[in-house]
């Protein structure tokens, strides 16, 4: 499951929004091993593409090089489609490098709504997961009984 702040995913519509026609991309970074996303990056789409995206290659080495130094990694990798739903293409599935990264992607295809799913990408397989949008990672995954007590 991903859990992920409002404000982040407002961001990454926002980005979405913005780029369209062209497929926005983008990688929000967190803690190692947090699998808590923190820092949205916007990035530029080299294909310049309303169908296709891809990460400018000197841009993608300095954001990993300032996660690596921030030990930070990528928590999500972000894309729009926009004129389909938001569901990796084989091009999408054949370039997933990171195991351990949630792929979100935002459909624009209607100008009034949008549409926002993340997956799991390992070895060519797809995996849909949850998606919980939270105002603060404070209470996020916290039961009933774990909220502290007011008396």
């Known amino acids: 499951m991903l859990v992920i702040r409002r404000d982040l995913v407002d961001a990454m519509v926002a980005h979405a929004r913005r780029d369209h026609p062209d497929e926005a991309c983008g990688v929000i970074a967190g803690p190692e091993g947090s699998d808590r996303p923190e820092r949205l990056i916007e990035m530029i789409n080299a294909e310049r593409s309303p169908t296709f995206y891809r990460f400018d290659s000197t841009e993608q080495l300095k954001v ?3 996660m690596d130094a921030n ?13 389909t739903e938001a569901y ?6 054949s370039y ?12 624009t295809r209607d100008p009034k709504t949008h549409e926002l799913r993340s997956f799991r990408i390992l ?6 997961e949850p998606v919980e949008v939270v105002e603060s990672y404070m209470f996020a995954h916290t039961g009933a ?4 007590d007011r008396d």
């Open 96 to 107: 997933a490098s990171e195991p351990n990264a949630h792929y979100v992607l935002v459909s």
């Open 145 to 148: 009984d774990e909220v502290p």
């Open 123 to 128: 070895d060519g397989e797809v995996t849909e």
């Open 88 to 93: 990796p293409s084989r091009t999408d599935v």
């Open 71 to 83: 030990d930070e990694e990528p928590v999500v990798i972000y894309h729009s489609h926009t004129a």
């Open 64 to 66: 990993w090089r300032e």
